[in-house]
């Protein structure tokens, strides 16, 4: 009998997706609500999708674009970079999705046994990125317990500690935070650049979020020769299925094009045609279109910080920015899974569990992806459940 052959030990211990898990469950659970995916109730601009109806036809909508993007849109976006988040150095590279554009960056990067820092609670799907491509030397760092934000003295004290060898390639953060719905001051993101500059870490910041700011706040962008932006139109204009996002990365380093342009050419080789012409389209609509729907959802912010109230005031975190609350579960719910799963089998309502993201016993709740009407039936399921909770445990 022939010997078996074998799965990348890589792939093998890669986490499952918590996306995946939880599309399961709720498959399995009928009339569930979701307040799962980091995802948005609308769709594209009407006026972007009329014009991309009208290049359906068009034969190089079906040939292959330049790697790094249709010059038009990043012409475009270089100008939105310059205007909008101050960067004047940087050059772009359309890709399918700021996931993608994260995994380009690893490649691009990193080299396998790498160390390389994140925050907790961090973003699942870039934690996986590390792990998929070798770079599994993942530092953990811890955010303040009242802020979410990252704690810039604990990674003073690694990349400053001489015993601190090798010195790690790479910091990533997402701002505003994906899960932790907070936002992370410019000068504190100043002095987290500053710290990688010091020791010649490179600093990779997701913006995916950057209009999803409330209470008055506003978003800032840095730039660097060490420093490189992801940014997203997902969230932003409602394309998570067109799948387009796009880095900014320093244009001054020499060969960072070259390199970013083998492992772009070897994963999409260029972004979907249609796609880029749909953000094209989109951007020309503007960022005021976004900001009146991202205002809408402060309605439903307060509706699930109301629904959250059962786990007591001081739980909940978040809500600064991007589309999340954060909240802390009661002390004996350390499988923060086995109250999501209950959660959706007894109340019909999803969420995400916070270990996925390096916090176990605690939940992510999404306020983006739902109409007024619907998030009001969501969040009172969600009170509900979680005042059975707190009262009677899971029965």
Same mark, same amino acid.
């Given at each position: 009998?022939?010997?078996?052959? %074998? =799965?990348? /030990?890589?792939?093998?211990? @890669?986490?499952?997706? +918590? #996306? !995946? ?58 100008? %939105? =970079?310059? /205007?909008?988040?101050?960067? @004047?150095?940087?050059? +772009? #590279? !359309? ?59 604990? =990674? ?240």
């Amino acid at each position: 009998m022939g010997t078996f052959a %074998k =799965l990348a /030990r890589r792939a093998l211990e @890669t986490e499952t997706p +918590v #996306m !995946v898990q939880i599309q399961e469950l709720i498959r399995g659970a009928k009339g569930a609500i979701s307040l799962a995916q980091g995802v948005v109730y609308w769709q594209p601009p009407e006026q972007a999708l009329k014009k991309v109806q009208d290049i359906v036809w068009e034969p190089s909508t079906s040939h292959y674009g330049s790697d790094e993007g249709l010059s038009d849109l990043r012409l475009a976006l270089i100008g %939105k =970079l310059h /205007r909008e988040n101050k960067l @004047t150095k940087s050059s +772009v #590279m !359309v890709t399918a999705g700021a996931n993608q554009a994260f995994v380009n960056l690893v490649l691009t990067l990193c080299d396998a046994g790498d160390s390389v820092v994140m925050f907790a609670p961090y973003y699942f799907n870039a934690y996986m990125s590390f792990q998929m491509t070798g770079v599994n030397n993942i530092l953990i760092g811890p955010s303040n317990l009242k802020t979410l934000h990252p704690d810039v003295e604990w =990674l003073e004290k690694l990349l400053l500690d001489i015993d601190t060898k090798p010195v790690p390639k790479l910091v990533t953060v997402v701002n505003p935070g994906n899960p932790s719905g907070t936002y992370i001051p410019l000068p504190l993101l100043q002095r987290i650049s500053d710290l990688c500059k010091r020791v010649g870490a490179w600093l990779v910041v997701d913006n995916t979020y950057e209009y999803f700011m409330y209470d008055g706040l506003e978003h800032s962008c840095i730039e660097d020769n060490h420093i490189v932006n992801i940014f997203s139109f997902s969230k932003a204009y409602g394309m998570m299925g067109w799948r387009v996002g796009y880095i900014a990365y320093p244009t001054e380093v020499e060969g960072f094009r070259a390199q970013l342009l083998k492992v772009q050419d070897n994963i999409p080789i260029c972004p979907s045609i249609i796609g880029q012409h749909l953000a094209l389209y989109s951007l020309e609509v503007g960022p005021e279109w976004i900001r009146e729907r991202v205002q809408d959802l402060v309605r439903n912010r307060e509706l699930l910080k109301r629904a959250l109230l059962p786990l007591g005031e001081e739980s909940v975190k978040g809500g600064e920015g991007a589309i999340y609350l954060w909240a802390k579960l009661p002390e004996k719910y350390s499988d923060d899974f086995e109250v999501v799963r209950w959660l959706v089998r007894k109340h019909g309502v999803v969420v995400i569990p916070g270990s996925a993201s390096g916090g176990a016993g605690y939940i992510r709740i999404s306020f983006g992806g739902l109409k007024e009407a619907d998030c009001e039936v969501a969040a009172e399921r969600l009170r509900n459940g979680l005042e059975e909770l707190v009262r009677d445990g899971m029965v």
